[in-house]
């Protein structure tokens, strides 16, 4: 009778410390899996941080005046300007204008180019502004994200901890139990 109580408690002991270690193992296992997937994360976001600073500085100090569009209409400006001035000089050809009448076609197609210049210019101020809080709304999102994963990194390392020791918790519930039974 004491033979199969023993036997009966090593059986329940053995099955015990078989369900804690899975439960570690597992932990253990879920805690390992977590911390790598952390890391690709971070490794992730500071990728996009690195891009969003290159993209920004790209973009940022570019020369407005050499933008694909800003050149379009300074060179249908030029064209005009141009036509301006021979249809000036034709006329004055015809009319036997003096070269007064050129200056002045030649001052307004120069004041047409510069008005338009700082006009790009002055457009180029409000789009790095438009890019400056593209990058700083992107740069708060990436970071939000990091501040997360970092959240995400602790409380998955406090229910690693937990499962651990509640697995350990079994173990020393299982161990009272021994002690309980010897007496007996």
């Excluded at 510069?114 to 790009?120: G, M, P």
């Excluded at 990194?153 to 229910?159: D, G, I, P």
Aim: glycine share 8%; net charge positive.
């Amino acid at each position: 009778m004491i033979k199969n109580k023993l036997k009966r408690l090593i059986d329940m002991i053995g099955l015990a410390i078989g369900a804690a270690a899975m439960q570690v193992a597992s932990s253990v296992y879920g805690g390992v899996s977590g911390i790598k997937a952390a890391r690709d994360k971070d490794r992730m976001l500071a990728s996009q941080k690195r891009a969003n600073k290159r993209w920004y500085e790209r973009r940022y100090n570019e020369d407005s005046t050499q933008r694909a569009d800003a050149q379009g209409v300074l060179t249908k400006l030029n064209e005009a300007a141009k036509t301006r001035s021979e249809a000036s000089n034709g006329r004055s050809a015809v009319m036997g204008s003096s070269t007064e009448g050129k200056a002045v076609v030649g001052q307004q197609n120069a004041n047409m180019i510069s008005n338009t210049t700082s006009n790009i210019a002055s457009n180029s101020s409000a789009r790095k502004d438009r890019l400056d809080e593209r990058y700083k709304a992107t740069e708060r999102g990436i970071d939000n994200a990091m501040f997360e994963q970092k959240l995400l990194k602790n409380k998955n390392l406090a229910n690693t901890v937990q499962q651990a020791s509640s697995a350990g918790g079994a173990l020393m519930n299982m161990a009272s139990t021994w002690d309980k039974n010897r007496e007996e």
